[in-house]
């Protein structure tokens, strides 16, 4: 596609609930990126992908956050037995490659946690 | 520690006249910025970015300048309209040179 698209744009879970964010990076971009956006917050880095492979997994809020990237292109980052804190807007960004790269955002997902 | 700061949480102005945004951030060591647009509902949208080896960069209708010596940037946006309300972010590399820190936003409401 011509950008950066995710999945859903809106999710509405009960606390407790595992939940799967989906993104799909632009093509041909071998970085990707997760940030996560509270109401009327900036922008919190959560874990980039170069390839298939996250150098860095430190930016993850707990251990019940996870993410993963197969074949270079679709990312998913799952939330284990989410919790009200959770919800947010989950955004994924790609660029060309890490490092000095401009990322573009795709539109985000909007977590609700009740 | 890294972070990077916006002057003022809200700005407005009418349409037709410029608007200029701040930001201030924290890392000496910072070579490339970036400003982020970022309309209600939408993901933020890329503007303009500098480095460090400039202190000007003009595109359309808009101007970033970059104060190295008081760890400053600014983004100022020429005739505004009525689109450009937003909420506008600036960002900078992380010390490993791959995340992006992002200040919290100004709001840029243009009246007609």
């Known amino acids: 596609g011509a950008g950066v698209s995710q999945s859903p744009s809106n999710k509405v879970t009960e606390k407790g609930k595992d939940v799967e964010l989906r993104c799909d990076p632009i093509s041909g971009h071998t970085a990707l990126y997760w940030y996560r956006q509270s109401l009327g917050q900036g922008l919190e880095f959560l874990i980039y992908f170069q390839g298939n492979s996250a150098p860095d997994k430190s930016g993850l809020p707990s251990d019940r956050f996870s993410a993963e990237r197969t074949g270079g292109s679709v990312s998913t980052l799952t939330i284990q037995r989410t919790q009200q804190e959770d919800s947010a807007v989950y955004l994924c960004?790609?660029?060309?490659?890490?490092?000095?790269?401009?990322?573009?955002f795709g539109p985000g997902t909007r977590l609700l946690v009740l | 520690g890294e972070s990077v700061g916006l002057h003022l949480p809200t700005l407005s102005v009418q349409e037709g006249d410029n608007s200029i945004i701040n930001c201030a951030y924290s890392?000496?060591?910072?070579?490339?910025f970036i400003w982020y647009k970022q309309e209600s509902g939408k993901g933020p949208q890329f503007i303009i970015d500098?480095?460090?080896?400039?202190d000007k960069r003009q595109g359309q209708r808009v101007t970033v300048l970059l104060n190295k010596t008081v760890k400053h940037l600014s983004l100022q946006i020429a005739a505004t309209q009525p689109g450009d309300s937003a909420v506008y972010f600036c960002?900078?590399?992380?010390?490993?040179?791959?995340?992006?820190?992002f200040g919290k936003g100004t709001t840029l409401s243009v009246s007609s």
């Open positions: 960002a900078e590399w992380d010390r490993a040179g791959t995340a992006l820190i």
């Open positions: 960004a790609s660029s060309l490659q890490a490092g000095g790269e401009t990322q573009y």
């Open positions: 890392n000496s060591a910072s070579d490339y």
């Open positions: 500098i480095r460090s080896n400039m």
